[in-house]
């Protein structure tokens, strides 16, 4: 599903944010991934979803190799990667339906899908009754359920979802895990980055831990392991 092989990324300052990465993740894991700050956890996860691009090394994805892919199939690959913010990243000037829709429409899908589709989703979130609200009408707990929507809409094989807690209080961010185990459990694979250490300890699931670039451990049904 997901594998990484020797990968290595620098920047351009000569900051070494990943070395020598080597994993992988097999379909229907949740994986959480752990770490201080700057310890290259958001270089992991861009990488997944070819945002950056290894300076060394491999990277599969669905059986794509992600540094070889040409720039014309990265949106088909992309189909297949549904990615969560947490800063949400809505589309202020369209509603809640059109967001999520918009996903659809960037891959030309046929306009009777889109509309079914946008339906089930919205619905699935439990946020069936706000299809025709913008984001700013809504709380963060529910941008946050339509920037899930919107990820899981095209039904993604995988889920990066990048701190999808962080910016939200303690009972939404529970709200919003459960949302999260129920894709999971539907045969979703998803990765997980977060400082939760409550939700990592109660929710066991695999845990990948990221120090200065490296893979520090990798359990399953692992603990957060550091004070926050």
């Known amino acids: 599903m997901i594998e990484m ?9 000569g900051t070494h944010a990943l070395r020598g990465i080597t994993v992988k993740v097999n379909s229907n894991e949740f994986v959480y991934v752990v770490g201080p700050s700057g310890a290259g956890k958001s270089t992991f996860m861009k990488l997944m979803y070819r945002e950056e691009r290894p300076t060394k090394g491999h990277i599969f994805v669905n059986g794509f190799n992600l540094e070889k892919l040409k720039q014309r199939k990265i949106p088909f690959v992309r189909r297949n990667i549904g990615v969560i913010f947490q800063d949400f990243r809505l589309l202020p000037k369209l509603t809640v339906q059109e967001n999520i829709a918009f996903a659809m429409e960037v891959i030309e899908a046929p306009s009777r899908l889109i509309k079914r589709r946008t339906q089930e989703v919205l619905d699935l979130v439990r946020l069936k009754d706000k299809g025709a609200s ?7 707990g529910e941008q946050q359920r339509v920037a899930i929507a919107r990820a899981i809409v095209n039904n993604p094989s995988v889920i990066i979802a990048d701190e999808p807690t962080g910016n939200l209080d303690p009972d939404t961010s529970w709200e919003i895990m459960k949302l999260l185990e129920e894709i999971s459990f539907r045969g979703t694979t998803i990765v997980m980055a977060t400082h939760n250490k409550e939700i990592v300890n109660t929710l066991r699931k695999r845990v990948i831990a990221i120090e200065q670039g490296v893979i520090a451990r990798d359990e399953a049904r692992g603990e957060y392991g550091y004070e926050v």
Request: net charge negative; charged share 20%.
């Open 5 to 13: 092989q020797d990968v290595w990324k620098t920047y351009p300052d």
């Open 134 to 140: 913008y984001p700013n009408q809504l709380s963060g």
